[in-house]
């Protein structure tokens, strides 16, 4: 019963699917309206913070890791479309209210756009990761053929949370501001900056249990390491759809009550 | 097509209800939610109450009733933009509402880059699209504007787009909600044509508006609402007419009630040569003038209808008597004459006139009434005011009030000008 009514809610948004592309290219075309590099942004800001971060961490901080910016970057791209995505999905139903009180539409379309634009950006920034990669000497290998996979399981994972947190954030509106808090603690708990051996031994086990090192590992692994993932990262995909379900329920649940919160 | 189509139902609601939230003062962030642990005072306001209606494939039907009387609300909740708290409804097909214009639009964006845009919301693929874009940019009459960004279209060009969007979109369903003020009249046309040709390819349409001229012209069935609750259903003449009828009746209540409070409220106001008096009860730019002599007072008017009723709403062609009460305070008044004067709300003289132009012989008592009866008030709809007087045959003014009274006709027909001028056509 409740299956089929999810179902029924995915086949709302595949019906939709212009819409969804449209909103997603909307965002996407908008996001540097008026600047002077405008679309260019999306390649220079993952330039300029690679430039950044590698003065920083390898002339003023020096860490005991070969090759340090492309050690971060290889997995900073990939933390950045997550929290980025979480954060701006929080609001985005409270900050599309005009139109969802005014035209039917599945509401999904919003968090799905939110997510899926996200993706884009990255997939953009990819494009300047690679050539970095093989200028330090990383070449593309035969594990990349991983990367479809770990992105996959990446997009659900952050879908998830944007199902919740934009659904939530209807009803109390504070969350938007504690996920900002929550997601740069969470940097800081997951091996972006710092590779896992620094991790104390006592405490690596927690590390283990948060979903994003998981990911970060994964990237690390195929771009860094020049490995297989480790296949947890199997384990976490089937992790992350089961989430996405439950999310999604509870979405599609408290759906027809925004309109009338906002 | 089959016997049994015809009788399909395109929307079926049973006892439908819908109430609204409304916080007093609502606590959404952590600080309050802690503090008052009840989500602040929520008062629940029933904006449907056990509304149940079918409406038949290919059907035009419309819903009247006042501001508030839960219309729109029943609208979107056929567009499932609302969902109901109690009750059941089906809807069969394709929707595509007009409820608001426009919403959506990217400012910086061009016309056409819109049109997908929008179209998009309403569910069509950009093949379904592609296949409409020549149709809605012509119905827009935008040509050559299309590729400009919408922020530098006027708001008329900017609702035509939106209409031409919405209307193009091949519904089974069409929603609109008092949209039909778009454009110039010719535009206004042109969508009630398209309106109807839908209605001819056996479209449902459902139409939310207050000109009941084209209400009834579309219509093949009426809902009246009032108060969240689907009073009556049927006819569209008649429901519009019995709907008029009630507004009429309410609104001489609401009125007679303001007059009294008004009453009431006002502090009395020395009468000095010339006062004013600020007079807020039935219009804004009501200013109300009084100056004379105060030989001869006119202490009260009123418009009496043939039942002998004090009211403020008439009907086009009803007798009326207007009244004067005066009071002589001078015992040697000379020749006196009591005139009136009806004035547009827009200060346009429309008829005035006084025993002394009459040929009237005035004789004062200490006091009386004067009656001005006039036999059918042939003006056409709108708001009015009387201004009455008491002077002397030389003008000199004994008692002069200006905007004394106001009144509103009412008609069925929506001829314009200031009278009514009988007529008819020969063809």
Same mark, same amino acid.
């Given at each position: 019963?409740?299956?089929?009514?999810?179902?029924?809610?995915?086949?709302?948004?595949?019906?939709?699917?212009?819409?969804?592309?449209?909103?997603?290219?909307?965002?996407?075309?908008?996001?540097?309206?008026?600047?002077?590099?405008?679309?260019?942004?999306?390649?220079?800001?993952?330039?300029?913070?690679?430039?950044?971060?590698?003065?920083?961490?390898?002339?003023?901080?020096?860490?005991?890791?070969?090759?340090?910016?492309?050690?971060?970057?290889?997995?900073?791209?990939?933390?950045?479309?997550?929290?980025?995505?979480?954060?701006?999905?929080?609001?985005?139903?409270?900050?599309?209210?005009?139109?969802?009180?005014?035209?039917?539409?599945?509401?999904?379309?919003?968090?799905?756009?939110?997510?899926?634009?996200?993706?884009?950006?990255?997939?953009?920034?990819?494009?300047?990761?690679?050539?970095?990669?093989?200028?330090?000497?990383?070449?593309?290998?035969?594990?990349?053929?991983?990367?479809?996979?770990?992105?996959?399981?990446?997009?659900?994972?952050?879908?998830?949370?944007?199902?919740?947190?934009?659904?939530?954030?209807?009803?109390?509106?504070?969350?938007?501001?504690?996920?900002?808090?929550?997601?740069?603690?969470?940097?800081?708990?997951?091996?972006?900056?710092?590779?896992?051996?620094?991790?104390?031994?006592?405490?690596?086990?927690?590390?283990?249990?948060?979903?994003?090192?998981?990911?970060?590992?994964?990237?690390?692994?195929?771009?860094?390491?020049?490995?297989?993932?480790?296949?947890?990262?199997?384990?976490?995909?089937?992790?992350?759809?089961?989430?996405?379900?439950?999310?999604?329920?509870?979405?599609?649940?408290?759906?027809?009550?925004?309109?009338?919160?906002? | 097509?089959?016997?049994?189509?015809?009788?399909?139902?395109?929307?079926?609601?049973?006892?439908?209800?819908?109430?609204?939230?409304?916080?007093?003062?609502?606590?959404?962030?952590?600080?309050?939610?802690?503090?008052?642990?009840?989500?602040?005072?929520?008062?629940?306001?029933?904006?449907?109450?056990?509304?149940?209606?079918?409406?038949?494939?290919?059907?035009?039907?419309?819903?009247?009733?006042?501001?508030?009387?839960?219309?729109?609300?029943?609208?979107?909740?056929?567009?499932?933009?609302?969902?109901?708290?109690?009750?059941?409804?089906?809807?069969?097909?394709?929707?595509?509402?007009?409820?608001?214009?426009?919403?959506?639009?990217?400012?910086?964006?061009?016309?056409?880059?819109?049109?997908?845009?929008?179209?998009?919301?309403?569910?069509?693929?950009?093949?379904?699209?592609?296949?409409?874009?020549?149709?809605?940019?012509?119905?827009?009459?935008?040509?050559?504007?299309?590729?400009?960004?919408?922020?530098?279209?006027?708001?008329?060009?900017?609702?035509?787009?939106?209409?031409?969007?919405?209307?193009?979109?091949?519904?089974?369903?069409?929603? +609109?909600?008092?949209? /039909?003020?778009?454009?110039?009249?010719? %535009? &206004? !046309?042109?969508?009630?044509?398209? $309106? @109807?040709?839908?209605?001819?390819?056996?479209?449902?349409?459902?139409?939310?508006?207050?000109?009941?001229?084209?209400?009834?012209?579309?219509?093949?069935?009426?809902?009246?609402?009032?108060?969240?609750?689907?009073?009556?259903?049927?006819?569209?003449?008649?429901?519009?007419?019995?709907?008029?009828?009630?507004?009429?009746?309410?609104?001489?209540?609401?009125?007679?009630?303001?007059?009294?409070?008004?009453?009431?409220?006002?502090?009395?106001?020395?009468?000095?040569?010339?006062?004013?008096?600020?007079?807020?009860?039935?219009?804004?730019?009501?200013?109300?003038?009084?100056?004379?002599?105060?030989?001869?007072?006119?202490?009260?008017?009123? +418009?009496?209808?043939? /039942?002998?009723?004090?009211?403020?709403? %008439? &009907? !086009?062609?009803?007798?009326?008597? $207007? @009244?004067?009460?005066?009071?002589?305070?001078?015992?040697?008044?000379?020749?006196?004459?009591?005139?009136?004067?009806?004035?547009?709300?827009?200060?346009?003289?429309?008829?005035?006139?006084?025993?002394?132009?009459?040929?009237?012989?005035?004789?004062?008592?200490?006091?009386?009434?004067?009656?001005?009866?006039?036999?059918?008030?042939?003006?056409?709809?709108?708001?009015?005011?009387?201004?009455?007087?008491?002077?002397?045959?030389?003008?000199?003014?004994?008692?002069?009030?200006?905007?004394?009274?106001?009144?509103?006709?009412?008609?069925?027909?929506?001829?314009?000008?200031?009278?009514?001028?009988?007529?008819?056509?020969?063809?």
């Amino acid at each position: 019963m409740m299956i089929a009514r999810l179902l029924d809610d995915w086949k709302a948004v595949y019906r939709y699917r212009e819409f969804l592309k449209n909103t997603v290219a909307k965002d996407l075309r908008t996001r540097y309206k008026g600047s002077i590099l405008g679309f260019l942004w999306t390649f220079v800001s993952p330039l300029l913070m690679l430039v950044v971060y590698s003065t920083l961490f390898s002339v003023i901080i020096r860490m005991p890791v070969d090759h340090y910016p492309i050690f971060l970057f290889c997995t900073l791209l990939s933390w950045n479309y997550f929290s980025s995505a979480v954060q701006s999905s929080s609001s985005i139903i409270v900050a599309s209210g005009n139109l969802i009180k005014k035209i039917y539409f599945p509401l999904e379309i919003l968090p799905i756009s939110v997510v899926t634009g996200g993706l884009i950006n990255y997939l953009y920034g990819l494009i300047i990761l690679i050539p970095a990669l093989v200028l330090y000497g990383y070449y593309p290998n035969i594990h990349y053929l991983w990367l479809p996979v770990i992105i996959a399981i990446q997009f659900v994972f952050t879908l998830a949370l944007a199902f919740l947190f934009s659904a939530l954030t209807v009803f109390f509106r504070d969350l938007e501001h504690i996920l900002s808090i929550v997601l740069m603690a969470w940097l800081y708990l997951t091996p972006v900056l710092y590779p896992v051996s620094l991790i104390p031994e006592e405490y690596q086990y927690l590390f283990g249990l948060n979903p994003m090192s998981v990911i970060i590992n994964s990237y690390r692994d195929i771009f860094y390491y020049n490995q297989a993932p480790d296949s947890s990262l199997l384990v976490f995909g089937i992790l992350a759809v089961g989430l996405l379900v439950l999310s999604h329920a509870y979405f599609s649940k408290v759906k027809f009550r925004f309109v009338e919160e906002i | 097509m089959r016997v049994t189509e015809l009788r399909e139902t395109a929307i079926e609601i049973k006892n439908l209800w819908k109430k609204y939230k409304i916080y007093q003062d609502k606590p959404a962030t952590l600080k309050e939610r802690f503090l008052f642990r009840t989500r602040g005072v929520a008062q629940e306001k029933w904006v449907l109450k056990d509304v149940s209606l079918s409406i038949p494939k290919g059907k035009m039907v419309g819903f009247i009733g006042r501001n508030g009387s839960g219309k729109s609300t029943l609208l979107k909740v056929m567009t499932g933009i609302l969902r109901p708290d109690k009750g059941e409804i089906s809807v069969e097909g394709k929707v595509s509402s007009l409820i608001e214009l426009g919403a959506g639009f990217h400012m910086d964006f061009t016309g056409r880059e819109n049109i997908y845009m929008n179209a998009s919301i309403f569910g069509l693929t950009r093949r379904e699209i592609d296949r409409r874009l020549e149709s809605i940019i012509q119905f827009s009459e935008l040509g050559n504007y299309i590729d400009n960004p919408v922020r530098t279209y006027s708001s008329g060009m900017f609702m035509r787009l939106a209409f031409s969007i919405a209307i193009n979109v091949d519904p089974d369903i069409l929603l +609109i909600d008092e949209i /039909l003020a778009v454009g110039d009249n010719a %535009f &206004q !046309k042109k969508c009630i044509s398209q $309106i @109807e040709a839908l209605k001819q390819q056996g479209k449902t349409i459902v139409l939310v508006s207050h000109d009941n001229g084209v209400m009834e012209r579309l219509c093949d069935e009426i809902y009246w609402m009032d108060n969240a609750v689907m009073i009556k259903h049927g006819n569209p003449h008649e429901i519009i007419q019995e709907y008029l009828d009630f507004l009429t009746t309410s609104e001489e209540q609401r009125l007679q009630s303001e007059a009294r409070q008004k009453e009431e409220s006002a502090v009395p106001v020395e009468r000095s040569a010339e006062s004013t008096v600020e007079n807020q009860g039935l219009d804004q730019t009501t200013e109300q003038k009084r100056w004379g002599n105060n030989a001869v007072v006119i202490q009260e008017t009123s +418009i009496i209808n043939p /039942l002998g009723e004090n009211r403020f709403i %008439f &009907q !086009k062609g009803q007798p009326i008597d $207007i @009244e004067i009460i005066y009071k002589v305070n001078q015992p040697d008044v000379q020749r006196p004459v009591f005139g009136i004067g009806i004035f547009k709300m827009d200060g346009t003289l429309c008829y005035g006139s006084n025993t002394y132009i009459d040929k009237v012989p005035v004789t004062l008592h200490e006091t009386g009434k004067v009656v001005c009866r006039i036999e059918s008030l042939s003006l056409v709809q709108g708001d009015y005011y009387v201004n009455v007087a008491c002077h002397h045959e030389d003008g000199t003014p004994y008692d002069y009030i200006t905007r004394a009274l106001t009144f509103r006709i009412h008609s069925k027909e929506d001829d314009i000008g200031i009278a009514y001028i009988p007529h008819k056509w020969i063809i």
